[in-house]
Structure formats: structure tokens, C-alpha cells
């Protein structure tokens, strides 16, 4: 049986009777009198008043109303953060922003706002990448046994040929093939059920949003959507993990060449059961949720002659004594991390407004950092010869893994790590090293979904791998003086740092042309980093003297 609701009013009269109706905007239960009186008064009788069973529907969404940072009621929203702000927010975080205005300005006809419609429709659509994702799981499993039964029978057809002494061969290599089928099973298993979760999750989210939409308040439509909005983009980054560590696989059954000279009884084995893993390609459907007060740019594989940079803001590493940045990285939260590489074991953080947040302490004295998923960060020491995968929410070190040998720059991609030491080592996300690739450079590296980009800062050139090592183009050009940090869009453009030069150029993803992008002011610019959600780009230099944020602006 559902609780009772008191009438706000009258419980503040402290007598007790149950609400008939609810007030969106004053946030209590009126009885029947109440409400006469509430419909009566000047400055409550605009209000709007939704019966209690309506209001039960959205009881259970959480919106929040307080300041999380100084726990008072959010009033004002700057539309250039795109954020809601207390009374404490505005003179100090917000005091030159030009456009704040009366939360209840902003979220006028919130109720027909884009960014609603945009969530509503992000929810839709990873609803339905997640059902594709659960087809390709079942679809998968269902070849793996088809598979499965058509080398059964090789191996059958096989046995019938040769001679009884083979039994115990068979069985072994049954055993194998059971075992293999059996594991790839288990590994889609795990993805169908993380899938299902992710989808009983955003249901529950469309759900919400359609409760809201429907009885909410403007206000509370208005928080609430940004407030979901983080969710979804939350699962969405999940899912997105998830994908990128998917994989069909392709049964083979290899015969031992020596099965045809069964007589001499010099067959040790009576063949190979061999699993490909090779990617799925699901045609996985991107969708970014436009806020409603801001436009946020999508990248395309432009030329690189038309895309140009927005400073978004000045970060004021100078400020901080004992300054040696080598590697940055863009967090999911929009955090901006330094290595700072002192001796003093630290990673420096900044908010997306540039100003310092706090040092995190780490093991040794960091070289560089790339982001893993939305709670771990990789991070690389140099000559100590490891690097780790940290847990930078909660300060722990995950694993630390010995490279044999000096480890500098490191790059994501599909869910494997690359780092690069005299060759690029390349890991899974869990540290275990899969391959090494003939990939040469100085420091730096940066990882797309099919390539891998090197600097040399001794011969003034830029290279492009396949993942196999080959080489597949090699840029070099009079205005990239000694190339040192680089990064990479989605596209395969790739960010470079000029030490000498002292600038900053994109090369097309061809590697054929290119565009000088910045000309920087700083003595040593050092380190760049991408943000492919974000489309944000950080650049460093290394004593901090010219260290910006900018918007990559793809027309």
C-alpha cells in the first residue's frame, strides 16, 4: 500500500491532513482547502498542481534541487557551462560569465527542448545498439556450435579412417575443442548479460524521462534531463568499452600431416583445434546528446585545411613550482590531468575552467597518461621501466606492469593499450601484453582503430603503421621542427607538437598534407592529447608557460 502524503500547509499548522494534490513548483501536498487557498493567492496561483497518483509516477526520480559543491538551492544557470549554480557558484566561479539568468528562465518550454528530444532519442538508439550487440552475441554463439559440429564430424570421418591406437589422441583433442567452444561461449555469455543490464538500465531511464516529461515541472525537467542525460552518456561510454572488446571467432581444424602414416605409430597428436578472434564491425550508431544551451561540434573526416581551433580556456600550470610536463590527458569529466615528471610523484589536475584542483600521487615520477574508461588512466614512468593502470576515483594502483625496458608515451585504442619503448608494446586493458609491433620513434605514440603514428624527434619525421609494423606513409616538412607529442582524432588526422618549431600542425589522416594550426608561445611546447568525445584538444608545454584547451571546430 502506497504512503500517505500530508498536506504541507497543514502540517506546518501541525494538524494532519492527506494531500489531494501536488504543487510542482512548491514541492508539498495541498488537502482540499489548501488548494483553494493556494489557487487564491497572488503569487501561488500560476503554480501547477498535479494530482497525488500523477505525482507518485515521478516520486522516484531523483532530482536533485541543492548545490552539490555548497548545499544551497540551484537558482541560476550560465548558459556558457551549460550548468545550474547556487548563489554561492556565482560571484565565485561564474562572476565574468555574461550569460547566467533565473534558472526558471532557462528552463522555459524546457519541456519542448531539444535536449529532452535528444535524450529520448539517445536512449532509443542505445537501446537499439544493444540489441544488435545481443543479436551478434546470439548469432555468434550459434555459429561457434554450428562450427563446432561441422569439426566434430571432420574429426569423426577422420578417426574412421585410421587405426584404434588413435582413441586417446581423439578424446584429447575433443577435449580441446570442448574446451575452446566452451570459452568463447562463456566470454559471449558475459557480454549478453552486461548487455542486458545496460539495457534494463536505460528502459528504466526512458521511462523516467517519459514520467517526467509528462508530470514534472519545468525545473524539475529541466535538472532532470541533465541529470539522466550523465547517466545514459555513462552507460553509453560503457557500451562503447564493451564493444570495442568483442569479438567473433572462426573454428579450424588443422590435421596433423602424419595421420597418413599411421603405420609406423609416430603420430604424437591427432590435430589442432585453432580459434580466430577477429572483429565483429557492428554497425554500432553514434549519437551525441545536444544540450540545449550549447552546440557541440561532430567530426567528419574533413580536410584538414578547413578545420580550425577555439580557445576554450588558459590552464595556469606556471603558477606551480618545480615544472617538468611530458604527457596530458582529457578525463571523461572534462578534468584536465599533467605528468608532471619532478620527483616529486605527482599527476597535477585542473577542472575544464583551468584552475587547479589538486596533485594525485602515484608511484614514480610520471611521463604520460592516457584515459582507459570513465574510473582507470594508464600511466607510464620512463626509466623506472613499468607502467600501471590506475584507478585515479579512488587513488589505487590496479596493476603494475614491468616492461624490461625505458617506457615513455602511451595511447588506447579497442581496448588495447600501446606504449612505447624502443619498438610499441602492445597490451589489453587488463596489462597482459599481447604483441610487439616494429613501430620506431623517440617518445610518443598514438593509437586509431588501424594505425599507429610515431614521432622522431631526431630526423624531423612523422610515421604511420598498419598493426602489423609495416610502414604506410612517412611525413616530413621544413615547418615541424624536432616533432615531440602527438595525438589523433577519430578520423586518423594527426596532432603534432614542433619543439622547435614551436608550433602545433594537424596532418591529414593521408599523411600527404597538413595545416599549421597554432604557433606557441611557450619556450618547450611539449605534449598534446585529443578528446574524441569532446572533439577538445589540450596542448603543454613543458614549463607550463603556454598551456591551453581548445574546441576543434570540423566545418
Known amino acids: 500500500m502506497a504512503s500517505v502524503i500530508p498536506c504541507g500547509p497543514c502540517l506546518y499548522d501541525e494538524t494532519h491532513q492527506n494531500a489531494r494534490q501536488w504543487c510542482t513548483s512548491c514541492e508539498e501536498g495541498l488537502c482540499d482547502e489548501c488548494e483553494k487557498t493556494h489557487k487564491k493567492t497572488k503569487t501561488s496561483r500560476d503554480h501547477k498542481l498535479i494530482s497525488i497518483d500523477d505525482y507518485r509516477k515521478i516520486e522516484d526520480v531523483a532530482i536533485t534541487f541543492i548545490c552539490s559543491d555548497h548545499d544551497k538551492k540551484l537558482e541560476w544557470f550560465c548558459k556558457s557551462h551549460d550548468k545550474a549554480l547556487c548563489v554561492v557558484c556565482l560571484p565565485t566561479e561564474h562572476r565574468s560569465c555574461s550569460d547566467v539568468i533565473p534558472i526558471d528562465v532557462a528552463a522555459t518550454n524546457a519541456r519542448q527542448s531539444i535536449a529532452i528530444s535528444d535524450l529520448q532519442e539517445a536512449i532509443g538508439v542505445t537501446l537499439r545498439n544493444i540489441r544488435l550487440c545481443v543479436n551478434s552475441r ?75 516529461k509528462e508530470f514534472a515541472s519545468d525545473v524539475q525537467v529541466f535538472l532532470g534531463t541533465r541529470q539522466i542525460d550523465k547517466l545514459v552518456m555513462s552507460e553509453i561510454e560503457s557500451i562503447k568499452t564493451a564493444t570495442d572488446s568483442i569479438y567473433d571467432y572462426k573454428f579450424n581444424m588443422i590435421l596433423n600431416s602424419d595421420v597418413q ?101 602515484v608511484s614514480a615520477d610520471p611521463f604520460d597518461i592516457t584515459v582507459l574508461d570513465l574510473d582507470r588512466i594508464a600511466i607510464t614512468y620512463g626509466v623506472n621501466r613499468f607502467f600501471e593502470i590506475f584507478n585515479y576515483r579512488n587513488g589505487r594502483v590496479e596493476k603494475r606492469i614491468e616492461t624490461g625496458g625505458s ?118 611546447p611539449s605534449a598534446v592529447c585529443y578528446n574524441k568525445d569532446k572533439n577538445t584538444v589540450l596542448v603543454c608545454d613543458q614549463y607550463g608557460g603556454d598551456c591551453a584547451l581548445y574546441r576543434v571546430l570540423y566545418k
Open 261 to 361: 602414416k599411421l603405420s609406423n605409430g609416430v603420430v604424437k597428436n591427432f590435430g589442432e583445434i585453432q580459434v580466430a578472434e577477429h572483429d565483429s564491425n557492428l554497425d554500432i550508431k553514434e549519437l551525441k546528446i545536444e544540450q540545449a544551451q550549447m552546440q557541440q561540434n561532430v567530426q567528419t573526416a574533413s580536410n584538414v585545411a578547413d578545420i580550425e581551433l577555439q580557445l576554450i580556456t588558459k590552464v595556469n600550470i606556471k603558477n606551480e613550482r618545480h615544472l617538468l610536463i611530458t604527457g596530458c590527458a582529457i578525463l571523461p569529466n572534462g578534468h584536465l590531468l599533467v605528468a608532471n615528471k619532478t620527483k616529486n610523484k605527482n599527476i597535477l589536475e585542473y577542472s575544464e575552467e583551468g584552475n587547479f584542483i589538486g596533485g594525485i600521487e
Open 407 to 524: 617506457c615513455w608515451g602511451l595511447s588506447q585504442s579497442n581496448g588495447k593499450i600501446y606504449v612505447k619503448l624502443d619498438q610499441v608494446e602492445v597490451f589489453d586493458i587488463t596489462g597482459k601484453k599481447l604483441c610487439t609491433l616494429a613501430a620506431e620513434g623517440e617518445f610518443y605514440t598514438s593509437a586509431s582503430k588501424n594505425n599507429i603514428f610515431c614521432s622522431h624527434f631526431l630526423n624531423g619525421t612523422v610515421c604511420c603503421y598498419d598493426m602489423n609494423g609495416q610502414e604506410v606513409w612517412k611525413f616530413h616538412d621544413d615547418s615541424l621542427e624536432h616533432p615531440y607529442g602527438l595525438a589523433n582524432d577519430r578520423s586518423g588526422n594527426v596532432f603534432v607538437i614542433g619543439r622547435k618549431s614551436r608550433n602545433l600542425i594537424l596532418i591529414q589522416h593521408s599523411g600527404k598534407t597538413y595545416k599549421n594550426l597554432l604557433n606557441l608561445e611557450g619556450d618547450f
Open 138 to 212: 546470439n548469432t555468434t554463439t550459434k555459429d561457434i556450435e554450428k562450427q563446432e559440429k561441422d569439426i566434430r564430424k571432420i574429426i569423426r570421418n577422420t578417426r574412421t579412417k585410421i587405426n584404434s591406437h588413435l582413441d586417446e589422441l581423439e578424446e584429447k583433442l575433443m577435449e580441446t575443442l570442448v574446451s575452446a567452444s566452451k570459452t568463447c561461449k562463456s566470454k559471449c555469455q558475459k557480454f549478453l548479460q552486461q548487455f542486458h543490464s545496460h539495457e534494463e538500465k536505460l528502459r528504466k531511464l526512458k521511462d523516467q524521462v517519459l514520467q517526467i
